[in-house]
């Protein structure tokens, strides 16, 4: 059973950048595909964006195409996200997610095991 955790959330303001974190344990991520979505109050989960395995292959949403990246360390059992020019629409919950079969959508339902969160708010 693979257990995420995520870790770097914080309290910043707009324009600044803040670095998220997801560790695994349980198992490794490298056949995965590694997905970041977020939540904020009152809405639903939304995908923030994901990287596969086989290609390292990228997608973000349009909402932080161009200021978030996200990247893994297979060797580390790792996946980041980083997050630049910050802005208030930013402020949720942030998780990570696998996605056994690699797929790397941006459909909740295609990952399987998911972290507990980690809370980012961006203050205007």
């Known amino acids: 059973q693979v257990q995420l955790v995520e870790s770097g959330g914080g309290l910043v303001q707009a324009g600044d950048s803040l670095r998220l974190s997801c560790g695994a344990s349980g198992g490794t991520l490298r056949q995965f595909a590694m997905g970041w979505f977020r939540q904020a109050p009152g809405k639903a989960r939304e995908f923030v964006a994901t990287i596969r395995w086989s290609n390292s292959g990228t997608v973000y949403s349009d909402s932080v195409k161009g200021r978030f990246t996200v990247s893994r360390d297979n060797t580390k059992n790792t996946v980041s996200l980083q997050m630049n020019s910050l802005k208030s629409e930013d402020t949720a919950v942030y998780y990570c997610?696998?996605?056994?079969w690699g797929r790397g959508s941006d459909d909740v339902s295609d990952y399987e095991y998911w972290g507990q969160g980690t809370q980012v708010t961006v203050s205007s």
């Open positions: 997610a696998a996605d056994l």
